[in-house]
């Protein structure tokens, strides 16, 4: 027993590390990315002693900027900690952790890979908790998120910060719903009459090893993509920060080490959801569904599957990172509209649809 929970602690442990880690590596990304974009070069100057004068590896390293990560982490964490004199201290202390808090913990019910068991050739999911009501959690508990933003804009007695986090929270209700509705006929199929299982994530990963469901429902994934971008705050639907009319949106008043918590919770929500939308519609940490498990038995299948699982996220990542730097920003009005007039009538006509679809496919086949 005791050996099963510190192994558990120590998987635990191992993802918020590799989290972390890929969170900082998304902001490189992000500034590289952005930088191509743009016909730039960025970050092409942050260097070790030691790495940067190997010979070939040295310049391409420092060339692609892979220590600026560590360099931007080293800043946040030694700059002076500013406490403006006009704000709510313990607020506006509480409010990046409770921001912070929320991503890190759906990632609990999220699995990251599978493991063949070599013996009993039984498929082993590689999760922390696999939970009956997985989704649900992640929905319920990421959504706090939304409570840091509006707590950090309120005690920072800045108006534009009040109406950035205003915004957000309008904006985390009005999309909530439309991505809610896009998930269930996910759930439908992935839970058939007569088979247990609940909404775990798991068994929607397993319904997908045919054929997986950005094929069959191309309209719940789109809805679900263009919720998530607005459930992320990230263009076109930064308008919790949006600084051409808000200065910097939420975290005006924030410097050093606080911000950069606000900063890391960004790009942990968007990974954490990123993984989430490649488990519902992309087969998770599957191989591709009309080709054969090419993983072997054991811990190294293990291990390739979570690799080929990162691979799909990293993917989204960059889809993220695209889409910012193409899309120009929305104004709020073209949000609210979006969010009630067109994606929620869509998420219900889509709902519907496939509740027919799947009572008529039950009617045929009994």
Not at 193 to 207: A, D, H, K, Y
Not at 247 to 269: A, D, I, P, Q
């Amino acid at each position: 027993m005791i050996l099963e929970v510190l192994l558990h602690v120590l998987a635990a442990v191992l993802m918020i590390t590799v989290v972390m880690t890929m969170a900082g590596y998304s902001v490189l990304a992000e500034r590289k990315v952005s930088s191509w974009i743009q016909g730039r070069v960025g970050p092409n100057r942050t260097a070790l002693p030691i790495l940067s004068s190997i010979p070939i590896v040295g310049p391409l390293i420092v060339g692609l900027g892979l220590f600026q990560p560590l360099a931007d982490g080293l800043k946040f964490l030694f700059k002076e900690e500013v406490m403006p004199g006009h704000v709510n201290k313990f607020y506006y202390v509480l409010a990046p952790i409770i921001t912070l808090i929320p991503a890190m913990t759906t990632m609990v019910v999220l699995p990251f890979g599978q493991m063949i068991d070599p013996e009993s050739g039984q498929r082993i999911p590689l999760i922390l908790a696999n939970i009956d009501i997985g989704i649900l959690f992640i929905f319920a508990v990421g959504s706090l998120g939304v409570y840091g933003v509006v707590i950090g804009g309120w005690a920072s007695n800045n108006k534009y910060s009040f109406l950035g986090s205003v915004r957000s929270s309008a904006q985390m209700i009005s999309y909530e719903l439309a991505m809610g509705i896009s998930v269930i006929p996910v759930l439908l199929l992935a839970n058939p009459p007569g088979m247990e299982g609940g909404l775990s994530l798991v068994n929607v990963i397993t319904s997908q090893d045919s054929l997986w469901n950005f094929v069959l429902m191309p309209i719940s994934a789109l809805l679900f993509l263009i919720c998530l971008f607005a459930e992320t705050n990230r263009t076109p639907f930064d308008m919790a920060e949006s600084e051409t009319d808000l200065v910097g949106g939420f975290h005006t008043e924030y410097g050093s080490f606080k911000f950069g918590l606000f900063f890391v919770s960004e790009y942990t929500h968007i990974i954490v959801g990123s993984g989430v939308f490649v488990a519902l519609f992309f087969g998770g940490s599957n191989f591709l569904p009309w080709l054969p498990n090419p993983w072997p038995s054991g811990i190294i299948g293990g291990v390739f599957s979570v690799l080929w699982f990162i691979a799909k996220v990293v993917c989204m990542i960059f889809l993220f990172i695209w889409v910012r730097w193409t899309l120009p920003r929305f104004r709020y009005d073209q949000v609210m509209n979006l969010g009630w007039k067109i994606l929620l009538p869509i998420s219900i006509a889509n709902l519907v649809f496939y509740i027919i679809a799947f009572a008529v496919y039950e009617k045929l086949i009994n």
